[in-house]
T-cell receptor, first 113, second 117 residues
Framework: KQEVTQIPAALSVPEGENLVLNCSFTDSAIYNLQWFRQDPGKGLTSLLLIQSSQREQTSGRLNASLDKSSGRSTLYIAASQPGDSATYLCAVRPPPNDYKLSFGAGTTVTVRA | GAVVSQHPSWVICKSGTSVKIECRSLDFQATTMFWYRQFPKQSLMLMATSNEGSKATYEQGVEKDKFLINHASLTLSTLTVTSAHPEDSSFYIC?????????????FGNGTRLTVT
Protein backbone atom coordinates (compact mmCIF):
# COMPACT_ATOMS: atom_id res chain seq x y z
CA LYS A 1 0.00 0.00 0.00
CA GLN A 2 1.32 3.40 -0.96
CA GLU A 3 2.25 5.66 1.96
CA VAL A 4 2.81 9.36 1.38
CA THR A 5 4.57 11.48 3.99
CA GLN A 6 5.03 15.22 4.10
CA ILE A 7 7.56 16.88 6.32
CA PRO A 8 7.37 19.28 8.04
CA ALA A 9 3.72 19.29 9.08
CA ALA A 10 3.88 23.05 9.58
CA LEU A 11 6.21 25.83 8.55
CA SER A 12 6.34 29.53 9.37
CA VAL A 13 8.61 31.89 7.47
CA PRO A 14 9.00 35.65 7.03
CA GLU A 15 7.86 37.16 3.78
CA GLY A 16 10.42 36.94 1.01
CA GLU A 17 12.02 33.73 2.19
CA ASN A 18 12.07 30.72 -0.12
CA LEU A 19 9.96 27.74 0.88
CA VAL A 20 10.97 24.09 0.57
CA LEU A 21 8.29 21.46 1.07
CA ASN A 22 9.06 17.77 1.05
CA CYS A 23 7.01 14.78 0.01
CA SER A 24 8.09 11.14 0.13
CA PHE A 25 6.30 8.00 -1.03
CA THR A 26 7.03 4.35 -0.38
CA ASP A 27 6.15 2.77 -3.74
CA SER A 28 8.12 4.24 -6.63
CA ALA A 29 5.79 2.68 -9.23
CA ILE A 30 3.80 5.85 -9.78
CA TYR A 31 2.23 7.34 -12.88
CA ASN A 32 2.49 10.93 -11.76
CA LEU A 33 2.69 13.18 -8.72
CA GLN A 34 0.58 16.24 -8.13
CA TRP A 35 0.97 19.17 -5.76
CA PHE A 36 -2.15 20.91 -4.47
CA ARG A 37 -2.93 23.96 -2.42
CA GLN A 38 -5.77 23.93 0.09
CA ASP A 39 -7.03 27.05 1.81
CA PRO A 40 -8.88 26.64 5.15
CA GLY A 41 -12.30 25.09 4.64
CA LYS A 42 -11.85 24.93 0.89
CA GLY A 43 -11.22 22.34 -1.75
CA LEU A 44 -7.99 21.62 -3.58
CA THR A 45 -6.35 23.72 -6.26
CA SER A 46 -3.92 21.88 -8.49
CA LEU A 47 -0.53 23.60 -8.64
CA LEU A 48 1.78 21.31 -10.55
CA LEU A 49 1.62 17.84 -12.02
CA ILE A 50 4.79 15.88 -12.76
CA GLN A 51 4.65 12.79 -14.92
CA SER A 52 6.80 9.87 -13.80
CA SER A 53 9.16 10.42 -16.73
CA GLN A 54 9.78 14.05 -15.79
CA ARG A 55 12.27 15.45 -13.32
CA GLU A 56 10.62 18.78 -12.64
CA GLN A 57 7.85 21.20 -13.48
CA THR A 58 7.77 24.96 -13.10
CA SER A 59 5.01 27.50 -12.92
CA GLY A 60 5.86 31.06 -12.00
CA ARG A 61 7.42 31.08 -8.54
CA LEU A 62 6.71 27.38 -8.09
CA ASN A 63 9.06 24.58 -8.98
CA ALA A 64 8.50 20.93 -8.22
CA SER A 65 11.10 18.21 -8.61
CA LEU A 66 10.61 14.47 -8.71
CA ASP A 67 13.08 11.71 -7.94
CA LYS A 68 10.98 8.63 -8.52
CA SER A 69 13.68 6.11 -7.71
CA SER A 70 14.18 7.51 -4.23
CA GLY A 71 10.48 8.23 -3.73
CA ARG A 72 10.80 11.96 -3.22
CA SER A 73 9.40 15.19 -4.49
CA THR A 74 10.14 18.73 -3.42
CA LEU A 75 8.06 21.83 -3.96
CA TYR A 76 9.98 25.10 -4.00
CA ILE A 77 8.20 28.42 -3.66
CA ALA A 78 10.44 31.38 -4.35
CA ALA A 79 10.14 34.73 -2.61
CA SER A 80 7.19 33.75 -0.45
CA GLN A 81 4.29 36.12 0.09
CA PRO A 82 1.56 36.21 2.76
CA GLY A 83 -0.86 35.02 0.09
CA ASP A 84 1.09 31.78 -0.11
CA SER A 85 -0.15 30.86 3.36
CA ALA A 86 -2.11 27.63 2.95
CA THR A 87 -1.80 23.88 3.30
CA TYR A 88 0.13 22.17 0.53
CA LEU A 89 -0.67 18.57 -0.29
CA CYS A 90 1.13 16.15 -2.50
CA ALA A 91 -0.57 13.15 -4.06
CA VAL A 92 0.69 10.26 -6.13
CA ARG A 93 -1.24 8.38 -8.75
CA PRO A 94 -0.57 4.68 -9.35
CA PRO A 95 0.19 3.30 -12.82
CA PRO A 96 -2.29 3.79 -15.67
CA ASN A 97 -5.98 2.84 -15.46
CA ASP A 98 -6.05 3.72 -11.78
CA TYR A 99 -6.99 7.23 -10.74
CA LYS A 100 -6.96 6.64 -7.01
CA LEU A 101 -4.68 9.26 -5.58
CA SER A 102 -2.77 8.69 -2.35
CA PHE A 103 -2.39 11.91 -0.40
CA GLY A 104 0.06 13.12 2.17
CA ALA A 105 -1.27 14.88 5.26
CA GLY A 106 0.02 18.22 4.02
CA THR A 107 2.35 20.97 5.13
CA THR A 108 0.65 24.05 6.56
CA VAL A 109 2.58 27.15 5.58
CA THR A 110 2.35 30.54 7.24
CA VAL A 111 4.14 33.45 5.62
CA ARG A 112 4.52 36.35 8.04
CA ALA A 113 4.32 39.88 6.67
CA GLY B 1 -10.25 25.30 -17.22
CA ALA B 2 -12.25 22.40 -15.86
CA VAL B 3 -14.49 23.34 -12.96
CA VAL B 4 -16.06 21.06 -10.40
CA SER B 5 -18.90 22.50 -8.36
CA GLN B 6 -19.89 21.01 -5.04
CA HIS B 7 -23.07 21.84 -3.15
CA PRO B 8 -23.74 22.65 -0.40
CA SER B 9 -20.50 24.10 0.88
CA TRP B 10 -21.58 23.46 4.44
CA VAL B 11 -24.48 21.77 6.16
CA ILE B 12 -25.57 21.20 9.74
CA CYS B 13 -28.01 18.41 10.43
CA LYS B 14 -29.44 16.54 13.35
CA SER B 15 -28.38 13.03 14.21
CA GLY B 16 -30.47 10.46 12.37
CA THR B 17 -31.24 12.58 9.33
CA SER B 18 -29.85 12.11 5.84
CA VAL B 19 -27.81 14.62 3.89
CA LYS B 20 -27.22 14.76 0.14
CA ILE B 21 -24.12 16.34 -1.37
CA GLU B 22 -23.90 17.12 -5.08
CA CYS B 23 -20.83 17.17 -7.26
CA ARG B 24 -21.10 18.62 -10.75
CA SER B 25 -18.61 18.98 -13.55
CA LEU B 26 -19.57 22.33 -15.05
CA ASP B 27 -17.75 22.47 -18.35
CA PHE B 28 -16.72 18.90 -19.04
CA GLN B 29 -18.04 15.38 -18.91
CA ALA B 30 -16.84 12.97 -16.28
CA THR B 31 -17.55 9.25 -16.41
CA THR B 32 -15.73 8.86 -13.15
CA MET B 33 -15.88 10.95 -10.00
CA PHE B 34 -14.22 10.33 -6.68
CA TRP B 35 -15.43 11.05 -3.18
CA TYR B 36 -12.94 11.84 -0.44
CA ARG B 37 -13.24 12.49 3.25
CA GLN B 38 -10.91 14.66 5.27
CA PHE B 39 -10.64 14.94 9.03
CA PRO B 40 -8.97 18.00 10.60
CA LYS B 41 -5.21 18.08 10.00
CA GLN B 42 -5.35 14.74 8.24
CA SER B 43 -4.97 13.62 4.69
CA LEU B 44 -7.76 13.03 2.21
CA MET B 45 -9.01 9.48 2.30
CA LEU B 46 -10.71 8.04 -0.75
CA MET B 47 -14.16 6.75 0.12
CA ALA B 48 -15.50 5.56 -3.21
CA THR B 49 -15.26 5.81 -6.96
CA SER B 50 -18.45 6.88 -8.67
CA ASN B 51 -19.05 5.48 -12.16
CA GLU B 52 -21.66 6.92 -14.49
CA GLY B 53 -24.42 4.41 -15.15
CA SER B 54 -23.09 1.73 -12.83
CA LYS B 55 -22.56 0.98 -9.17
CA ALA B 56 -19.97 2.84 -7.18
CA THR B 57 -16.84 1.10 -5.98
CA TYR B 58 -16.23 1.55 -2.27
CA GLU B 59 -12.92 1.47 -0.48
CA GLN B 60 -12.32 -1.02 2.28
CA GLY B 61 -14.00 0.00 5.49
CA VAL B 62 -16.51 2.36 3.90
CA GLU B 63 -20.12 1.32 4.42
CA LYS B 64 -21.95 1.43 1.10
CA ASP B 65 -25.35 1.48 2.80
CA LYS B 66 -24.26 4.43 4.88
CA PHE B 67 -22.77 6.47 2.06
CA LEU B 68 -25.03 6.13 -0.97
CA ILE B 69 -23.57 7.24 -4.26
CA ASN B 70 -25.51 7.91 -7.43
CA HIS B 71 -23.91 8.93 -10.73
CA ALA B 72 -26.88 9.36 -13.01
CA SER B 73 -25.31 11.55 -15.67
CA LEU B 74 -21.93 12.50 -17.08
CA THR B 75 -21.92 15.73 -15.08
CA LEU B 76 -23.47 14.84 -11.73
CA SER B 77 -22.64 12.53 -8.85
CA THR B 78 -24.35 12.63 -5.47
CA LEU B 79 -23.27 11.34 -2.08
CA THR B 80 -25.98 10.77 0.50
CA VAL B 81 -24.98 10.28 4.10
CA THR B 82 -27.83 8.24 5.53
CA SER B 83 -28.86 8.36 9.18
CA ALA B 84 -25.99 10.69 9.95
CA HIS B 85 -24.29 10.57 13.33
CA PRO B 86 -21.79 12.97 14.95
CA GLU B 87 -18.89 10.74 13.92
CA ASP B 88 -19.84 11.40 10.28
CA SER B 89 -18.99 15.07 10.78
CA SER B 90 -16.18 15.75 8.37
CA PHE B 91 -15.12 17.56 5.21
CA TYR B 92 -16.23 15.77 2.06
CA ILE B 93 -14.58 16.56 -1.27
CA CYS B 94 -15.35 15.25 -4.72
CA UNK B 95 -13.11 15.17 -7.74
CA UNK B 96 -13.52 14.35 -11.40
CA UNK B 97 -11.37 13.75 -14.43
CA UNK B 98 -12.03 14.91 -17.95
CA UNK B 99 -13.44 12.14 -20.07
CA UNK B 100 -11.13 10.85 -22.78
CA UNK B 101 -8.23 12.86 -21.40
CA UNK B 102 -6.07 10.15 -19.98
CA UNK B 103 -3.30 12.34 -18.68
CA UNK B 104 -5.38 15.16 -17.26
CA UNK B 105 -5.11 15.93 -13.57
CA UNK B 106 -8.07 15.41 -11.32
CA UNK B 107 -10.15 18.51 -10.62
CA PHE B 108 -11.57 19.02 -7.17
CA GLY B 109 -14.68 20.66 -5.82
CA ASN B 110 -14.58 23.13 -2.96
CA GLY B 111 -15.75 20.58 -0.45
CA THR B 112 -18.71 20.26 1.90
CA ARG B 113 -18.35 20.71 5.63
CA LEU B 114 -20.83 18.38 7.33
CA THR B 115 -21.61 18.88 11.00
CA VAL B 116 -23.97 16.43 12.67
CA THR B 117 -25.35 17.54 16.02
Amino acid sequence: KQEVTQIPAALSVPEGENLVLNCSFTDSAIYNLQWFRQDPGKGLTSLLLIQSSQREQTSGRLNASLDKSSGRSTLYIAASQPGDSATYLCAVRPPPNDYKLSFGAGTTVTVRA
Amino acid sequence: GAVVSQHPSWVICKSGTSVKIECRSLDFQATTMFWYRQFPKQSLMLMATSNEGSKATYEQGVEKDKFLINHASLTLSTLTVTSAHPEDSSFYICSARVIQNYNSPLHFGNGTRLTVT
